[in-house]
């Protein structure tokens, strides 16, 4: 704290000049010294240190309800609204920047048809799963993502990244999620209508693997809402509108936020408020 400093060295340096550099009022140090802090606000005070700790940890994209699950994790007994308080009055807050996407209502597919009916809510492991796509800026020019996310765990169960938009790029995201999940019964995977998913390769990939297409209404992105999300939250916490020098820098961004961050660490509100492998283990 800034007094305490100031009082810890009034010895070696002029009082006035340490107020003037730490951007105090005299006064208000003599008032602190008269009256020294509340044992509440020496408590925030250690409280403000742990926060900043959790904040950091979470690349700054935890805001108060996030940092607050990290600090009873930790131990911490304090309540969520003095987290909240502690991080208003320091302007710690979670970063934005993306906003939502517009709701246009678009014609159904002929390929395939709306198996999920935005049910995105299921009570067990590989029964539904969603994939989409995204590009990301490079230097090298773009590098494009595909991933595939579990309903029941919102984990990301496959993922792939590619320099073109070939149907490569949505297969390879799927074969990893198979191969990864070895599902023991017919698994619903929903998309869009991008021309990867609407392929005869991607068609007969699923019927020889036991997936079952579903797409969503053209152009309609609150069919696939829970990939939109994983999407924004990745563009928002991690990329933040900014261009990789590389496709291999890119490459290794993402891989740490899909791998080490989101799917292991990330405190997720559906899960009420753990991360995805954390809630497939106590479900398990």
């Not at 990301?156 to 999940?181: I, Q």
């Not at 036991?210 to 924004?232: H, I, K, T, Y």
Request: aromatic content about 10%.
């Amino acid at each position: 704290m800034k007094y305490r400093f100031i009082n810890d060295h009034r010895r070696e340096f002029r009082i006035a000049t340490m107020c003037r550099v730490l951007r105090v009022t005299r006064g208000g140090f003599y008032q602190w010294l008269h009256k020294p802090l509340s044992d509440r606000a020496i408590e925030d005070q250690r409280l403000l240190g742990v926060i900043r700790d959790a904040y950091a940890a979470s690349s700054g994209v935890y805001g108060a309800r996030r940092v607050f699950g990290d600090l009873r994790e930790a131990g911490e007994t304090c309540g969520k609204h003095r987290v909240a308080k502690i991080m208003r009055t320091h302007k710690i807050k979670a970063i934005r920047g993306y906003k939502a996407p517009r709701h246009i209502v678009g014609r159904p597919s002929i390929i395939a048809p709306n198996q999920l009916e935005r049910q995105f809510t299921v009570d067990a492991p590989d029964r539904a799963w969603v994939t989409d796509i995204t590009y990301l800026r490079t230097w090298q020019g773009w590098l494009y993502l595909a991933v595939v996310i579990d309903l029941y765990s919102r984990k990301v169960v496959g993922w792939s990244m590619k320099p073109t938009l070939a149907r490569e790029l949505a297969l390879d995201a799927l074969l990893m999620a198979l191969t990864r999940r070895k599902p023991a019964q017919p698994v619903i995977v929903h998309s869009d209508q991008g021309s990867q998913y609407g392929s005869d390769d991607w068609q007969r990939f699923c019927r020889s693997h036991a997936l079952q297409p579903s797409m969503s209404r053209r152009g309609n992105c609150w069919d696939n809402a829970v990939a939109e999300s994983f999407f924004s939250s990745l563009k928002k916490e991690r990329i933040r509108k900014r261009a990789y020098k590389t496709r291999e820098l890119a490459r290794a961004d993402v891989f740490d936020y899909i791998e080490v961050f989101y799917n292991r660490t990330r405190r997720h509100s559906h899960l009420g408020g753990i991360s995805p492998e954390a809630f497939e283990r106590a479900a398990a």
